[in-house]
């Protein structure tokens, strides 16, 4: 397999945005009366008004995260001289392959040649798959930046000093 991580083009918003909701759906990770579903499918947008980043295989697309530089509408607990990503789904036929640590380690990257000195993200406090990950790319927790979109949804910050 050759995975290649580039910015998506906007023939492919739509399927990006498939993709990011199918994911986030096929882990029971978009709550009950949210709309958070229509964000996710909003990939125009997010290419817009943040960077939208994508993992292929020649045509085939296998995952997408959503790159926030500060001061970007999609950032939600970075702050100046910091990166942050979200919004990261991997297609289901993809999974195990290490896609979302491939799109991870490009916003990493991405940060460190922007020149800031760290990369943060929010993640649900239920999505432990991710946290793992991120634990093994080096990233660590941030407490003080936990925060919650609406009652029963708690984010827990994590941050990698570069």
């Given at each position: 397999?050759?995975?290649?991580?580039?910015?998506a083009?906007?023939?492919?918003?739509?399927?990006?945005?498939?993709?990011?909701?199918?994911?986030?759906?096929?882990d029971?990770?978009?709550?009950?009366?949210?709309?958070?579903g229509l964000?996710?499918r909003?990939?125009?947008?997010?290419a817009?008004?943040?960077?939208?980043?994508?993992?292929?295989?020649g045509t085939?697309?296998l995952?997408?995260v959503?790159?926030?530089?500060?001061?970007?509408?999609?950032?939600?607990?970075?702050?100046?001289?910091?990166?942050?990503?979200?919004?990261?789904?991997?297609?289901?036929?993809?999974?195990?392959r290490?896609?979302?640590?491939?799109?991870?380690?490009?916003?990493?990257?991405r940060?460190?040649?922007?020149g800031?000195?760290r990369?943060?993200?929010?993640?649900?406090?239920?999505?432990t798959?991710?946290?793992?990950?991120?634990?093994?790319?080096?990233f660590t927790?941030?407490p003080?930046?936990d925060?919650?979109?609406?009652?029963?949804?708690?984010?827990?910050?994590?941050?990698?000093?570069?």
């Amino acid at each position: 397999m050759t995975t290649d991580i580039r910015l998506a083009r906007p023939a492919e918003y739509e399927d990006v945005g498939s993709l990011t909701v199918d994911a986030y759906a096929a882990d029971g990770f978009i709550p009950e009366g949210s709309d958070y579903g229509l964000t996710l499918r909003n990939a125009a947008d997010r290419a817009a008004k943040a960077e939208l980043w994508v993992a292929v295989d020649g045509t085939e697309l296998l995952g997408t995260v959503t790159f926030c530089a500060p001061g970007s509408v999609y950032g939600e607990i970075g702050r100046a001289g910091e990166g942050e990503f979200r919004m990261l789904g991997v297609a289901a036929n993809a999974r195990g392959r290490g896609i979302g640590t491939a799109l991870s380690a490009h916003c990493v990257d991405r940060s460190r040649s922007l020149g800031y000195h760290r990369v943060v993200l929010s993640s649900a406090s239920y999505m432990t798959t991710a946290h793992r990950m991120y634990e093994r790319l080096g990233f660590t927790r941030l407490p003080d930046r936990d925060w919650s979109p609406r009652p029963g949804v708690d984010l827990y910050a994590f941050s990698l000093d570069l």
